[in-house]
T-cell receptor
Framework: AQSVTQLDSQVPVFEEAPVELRCNYSSSVSVYLFWYVQYPNQGLQLLLKYLSGSTLVKGINGFEAEFNKSQTSFHLRKPSVHISDTAEYFCAVSGSGRRALTFGSGTRLQVQP | KAGVTQTPRYLIKTRGQQVTLSCSPISGHRSVSWYQQTPGQGLQFLFEYFSETQRNKGNFPGRFSGRQFSNSRSEMNVSTLELGDSALYLC?????????????FGPGTRLTVT
């Protein structure tokens, strides 16, 4: 069975500082990895995805993530955050023909001025 | 293109009642999935429909059901509502079925059971 662990439930950071949101997954088969963002009272918006190929994936709003197969990680990074990045971020995995996303518990990013 | 739309956005029901939620996917998308989001359990997969057929089902009781119409619109139904069914129900659409296909989410329907 697949599972996703987001190691930090909350990450406070000052505006313009860099940030890394950590995500580890477990799966015995090939996986596809996603990061979604959820703003208050809204649905989920796809930030980026890893399907295959280059392990460094660039997404929207200046975010990027690196797939590390040996460490089974898919950490999300942004070199300089803005107040508007305050939201909840979810890492998700699919694969093995299940055709469903398995989500982590989420990380609340709080950007302070 | 218009995004995924869900109706209603908010709903209040009483224990024991039933409820039907509606989802209209992005035009041209044929796969619709449903997820339940609660503070305690997080985001959990309910089921997926593709070409009017249920392709996959999560670990939820039979009180949760769904269907998909020929225009790809989908409905989910919850019968005999329990307090624990209070949640944000998210619908997601995808052009095709399959693990590699990214899913586009709607704004959700917030169901409160009293």
């Amino acid at each position: 069975a697949q599972s996703v662990t987001q190691l930090d439930s909350q990450v406070p950071v000052f505006e313009e500082a860099p940030v890394e949101l950590r995500c580890n997954y477990s799966s015995s088969v090939s996986v596809y990895l996603f990061w979604y963002v959820q703003y208050p009272n809204q649905g989920l918006q796809l930030l980026l995805k890893y399907l295959s190929g280059s392990t460094l994936v660039k997404g929207i709003n200046g975010f990027e993530a690196e797939f590390n197969k040996s460490q089974t990680s898919f950490h999300l990074r942004k070199p300089s955050v803005h107040i508007s990045d305050t939201a909840e971020y979810f890492c998700a995995v699919s694969g093995s023909g299940r055709r469903a996303l398995t989500f982590g518990s989420g990380t609340r990013l709080q950007v302070q001025p | 293109k218009a995004g995924v739309t869900q109706t209603p956005r908010y709903l209040i029901k009483t224990r024991g009642q039933q409820v039907t939620l509606s989802c209209s996917p992005i035009s041209g998308h044929r796969s619709v999935s449903w997820y339940q989001q609660t503070p305690g359990q997080g985001l959990q997969f309910l089921f997926e429909y593709f070409s009017e057929t249920q392709r996959n089902k999560g670990n939820f009781p039979g009180r949760f059901s769904g269907r998909q119409f020929s225009n790809s619109r989908s409905e989910m139904n919850v019968s005999t509502l329990e307090l624990g069914d209070s949640a944000l129900y998210l619908c997601a659409s995808s052009p095709r079925t399959g693990d590699m296909n990214e899913q586009y989410f709607g704004p959700g329907t917030r169901l409160t059971v009293t």
